[in-house]
């Protein structure tokens, strides 16, 4: 139907994953990007193949998984958990468990990642449905509570489990992204080490500014991560849009209402506790594997509030939201230090920022101006890494207040805003 | 072969107290299916507690409610909802962060089975169910006459609207009795006439029983088959419209008596 776009005249056409065509285009111009950015085969976007960032964009990825389940637990289905490092710590340690060697003091079975990866999420999504039943009785601030007891559980339990997670402050290897078919035999395909290109990405050298044969392994696992999002997201999208997300969007909007309407409370919850975990335990397994060793500690309280924020200032209840939050929580950091380097810089020889820069940044002992000491200890204001914490917890209480749906809020505001120009509204 | 079918619905001797205070006492009446039930009474004569130990919201002390002859005391109310008891309420309780589509479409979650898994793989089950479900809450959107409003999220929507979504959503759970807490308060005389007739053709089309709490005596006394009169949780009255209007203890509560000297 040219010219008009918002006319369906199926139902089918209407209820698809990407009704419009710009949003068909938006979706393929991200998979050309997510094919041609890590190769270094974009003019302009270069620097998406830098290896040091795209360490970061794993880790991004690898958080998005998480994040989707507590969008799904939180955002959909209302229910406010801050246990989210517990259940993702309960997938890595299956995962290690399951995929890693075996030392003298820890055990591993040295299974493939086809086990131990899809168990990481069902060992996780199990304990999730098996503390429901003690979570569905509570709500709200009380929830918060009850699943942030969990995280202590966990770290109590880590530590002192020595022969699973490697003891205090050491921890233990990961298993490596590679694909075997069984334990000591070659892997088919490996997603860590570098190697020549893939045979299927050979098109990419036709274009005529390109000339790969070599792939890091940062970029194979992106490639491994990106497809695992993609189906992960698609299955989100799907449980939102069908019987069962609409029980929990009921359940978040009203319950007593949901309940009269036939929803069965309980159980929707239940659901809801062990679908989030699912994601919780993979995102939890693959944080672990592409991080390559982890300490008990890791799984605090902080990794939970970093997926509040990941909700909160990305937009509670979208895909979209819980992608640009994920992002934004991941890379922000990096960002803020180059920021921070480049003022310092800036200060120090002299250029258009230079007054900016020797305001904000202290950068020896005897500078009396600036927030952030930069680099680290060279002055009594704040590290980069306190200042990220400062900006988060700023951002999160902005949104809250001033744009509850996140950073998909604003996108949406914008979007309506250049649809309805030169009206207001 | 006789046909002796039980009531559809039978409130008997039903007692609900909060503390000290009595809510409901010995409430009893019988409908019959496809029935249009009124219940009245002067606010907090125990209409909507009435309605909620239905829908086993709150639970009886006292008393037994059964539906077609089985006793439903006690039953959770997404079992209760699956009987085919389908309910408005009286301040809007709609989902006010999703669409009317949305709204209308969770009405369908007793008549659908699609679970997590069949739902997080789409093709097949899961698809058909929904484009099935959105038929139907199609033809919900045009008896209700709320087309324009389809893809607003309700909370937007006013308040008349709002009312007719709501009664939209119960009727997606294609039930056999709907209990209609104050469809038209709050409403003007047009809007007022709107669902006056909405409630009439849902009779007419879909023969759906039902049971209307109203303070608006024009709307009840036009519509209604039986009207049944509670004051201060007893049952003072109840008959055809007119019985009521002539009952002396109906007069009475809403009235007030003479002073005699």
Redesign the interface.
């Known amino acids: 139907m040219r010219g008009r776009p918002n006319l369906y005249t199926e139902y089918k056409a209407e209820m698809g994953l990407f009704p419009s065509m710009s949003k068909k285009i938006a979706i393929g111009l991200l998979a050309l990007i997510a094919i041609l950015g890590p190769l270094a085969a974009l003019p302009f976007l270069g620097f998406a193949g830098d290896a040091s960032w795209l360490i970061l964009v794993n880790k991004a990825l690898v958080f998005a998984i998480a994040a989707l389940g507590i969008n799904l637990l939180t955002g959909v289905a209302g229910q406010v958990s801050l246990g989210h490092a517990f259940f993702m710590a309960v997938g890595a340690y299956t995962a290690v468990v399951l995929g890693g060697e075996a030392g003298n003091t820890v055990w591993g079975l040295g299974l493939p990642i086809w086990i131990w990866l899809p168990a990481a999420g069902v060992a996780a999504a199990l304990i999730g449905v098996f503390v429901a039943p003690t979570a569905v009785r509570v709500r709200g601030l009380y929830l918060a509570f009850v699943t942030l007891g969990l995280v202590f559980i966990g770290l109590y339990l880590w530590r002192n489990l020595g022969k699973i997670a490697g003891g205090p402050g050491t921890g233990r290897p990961w298993p490596e992204l590679e694909f075997a078919l069984w334990r000591n035999m070659d892997p088919l395909v490996s997603f860590t080490s570098d190697g020549p290109l893939w045979w299927w990405l050979t098109p990419v050298n036709w274009l005529p500014w390109v000339h790969i044969e070599e792939m890091d392994g940062e970029v194979k696992t992106f490639f491994f991560l990106v497809v695992l999002v993609a189906v992960f997201a698609i299955i989100a999208k799907n449980l939102m849009r069908t019987r069962i997300g609409r029980s929990w969007a009921a359940i978040r909007d009203r319950d007593i209402a949901a309940e009269v309407m036939g929803v069965a409370d309980a159980k929707g919850k239940t659901q809801a506790f062990g679908i989030s975990s699912f994601y919780a335990g993979m995102g939890g397994a693959l944080f672990a594997s592409v991080v390559g060793r982890i300490i008990p500690e890791s799984w605090d309280i902080f990794l939970s509030v970093e997926f509040v924020a990941i909700i909160l200032i990305g937009g509670a209840g979208t895909i979209v939201g819980t992608f640009l939050g994920t992002f934004f929580v991941v890379l922000s950091p990096r960002i803020v230090e180059n920021v921070t380097g480049f003022l310092a810089t800036q200060a120090e020889d002299g250029g258009p920022f230079s007054w900016l820069g020797s305001i904000f940044v202290r950068s020896s002992a005897d500078d009396w101006i600036g927030i952030v000491s930069y680099p680290d200890a060279a002055g009594p204001g704040l590290s980069v890494a306190q200042l990220n914490i400062v900006l988060f917890g700023v951002l999160i209480v902005v949104f809250l207040i001033a744009e509850p749906l996140g950073l998909y809020g604003i996108w949406l505001r914008a979007r309506n805003y250049w649809k309805g120009w030169p009206f207001t509204y | 072969m006789a046909f002796v079918t039980a009531p559809l619905l039978e409130f008997e001797n039903v007692g609900l107290s909060f503390k000290g205070v009595n809510a409901l006492t010995d409430m009893s009446f019988t409908m019959t299916a496809g029935e249009l039930f009124a219940v009245i009474g002067p606010n907090g004569a125990g209409k909507t507690s009435a309605f909620n130990c239905l ?1 086993g ?1 709150y639970k009886p002390q006292r008393g037994d409610i059964r539906w077609k002859g089985d006793s439903i005391l006690g039953m ?3 079992k ?3 009987l085919g008891i ?2 408005t ?1 009286q301040n809007i ?6 669409t009317v589509l ?1 709204n209308i ?6 008549r ?5 898994l ?5 093709y097949g089950k ?2 058909r ?3 099935a479900n ?2 139907k809450v199609e033809e919900i959107i045009d008896l209700l006459e709320i087309e324009a409003w389809r893809s607003y999220p309700v909370g937007l929507l006013p308040y008349g609207i709002q009312k007719r979504v709501e009664l939209g ?2 009727l997606a ?1 294609e039930p056999e009795l709907l209990l209609l807490d104050e469809p038209v308060a709050g409403m003007n005389l047009e809007e007022t006439e709107d669902m006056a007739r909405f409630i009439l053709d849902i009779r007419e089309e879909l023969g759906i029983a039902m049971i209307l709490v109203e303070h608006d005596m024009g709307l009840v006394m036009d519509i209604a088959d039986r009207i049944l009169v509670l004051d201060f949780g007893q049952v003072i009255g109840e008959g055809t419209p007119l019985e009521v209007q002539n009952n002396p203890n109906v007069i009475k509560a809403y009235l007030g008596e003479e002073l005699t000297a």
């Open positions: 829908n919201v959770r109310p997404d209760v909802a699956e389908a309910r309420f309780e709609l989902f006010a962060h999703m949305q479409t969770l009405g369908r979650h007793i659908t089975n699609v679970g997590w069949a739902g997080a793989v789409w899961a698809k169910e929904e484009m959105r038929e959503r119960a759970m």
